[in-house]
Nanobody, 124 residues
Framework: QVQLEESGGGWVQPGGSLRLSCAASGRRFSSFTMAWFRQAPGKEREFVATISWSGGNTDYADSVKGRFTISRDNAEATVYLQMNNLKPEDTDVYYC?????????????????WGQGTQVTVSS
């Protein structure tokens, strides 16, 4: 059984930064692509970023390119999302997810495990 637990969300003013973490339990974390998504109440889930098992491939939504950075530490079974220059439109619940097979850009893959989410609020 795999569990994903996000942390690091909170409130920040526009232009500020947050670093989200997603800690995974279970074996073989290093074998899987991981991704971040976000969703607000009443809205569709939106892809944010993805990273391949080795960290050698990453992809980002156009709305966060140049501001967000995804990374991973396979030894710690953790994936991170560094978010800089945050904007009010980044306010959402952020979820990490594990891709079932391979690596898919733009979040188009299939994901079998999801975390419970962490709230990010950007406002003045």
């Amino acid at each position: 059984q795999v569990q994903l637990e996000e942390s690091g969300g909170g409130w920040v003013q526009p232009g500020g930064s947050l670093r989200l973490s997603c800690a995974a339990s279970g074996r073989r974390f290093s074998s899987f692509t991981m991704a971040w998504f976000r969703q607000a109440p009443g809205k569709e889930r939106e892809f944010v970023a993805t990273i391949s098992w080795s960290g050698g491939n990453t992809d980002y939504a156009d709305s966060v390119k140049g501001r967000f950075t995804i990374s991973r530490d396979n030894a710690e079974a953790t994936v991170y999302l560094q978010m800089n220059n945050l904007k009010p439109e980044d306010t959402d619940v952020y979820y990490c997810a594990r891709e079932i097979l391979g690596y898919s850009a733009s979040g188009t893959g299939q994901y079998d495990y999801w975390g419970q989410g962490t709230q990010v609020t950007v406002s003045s």
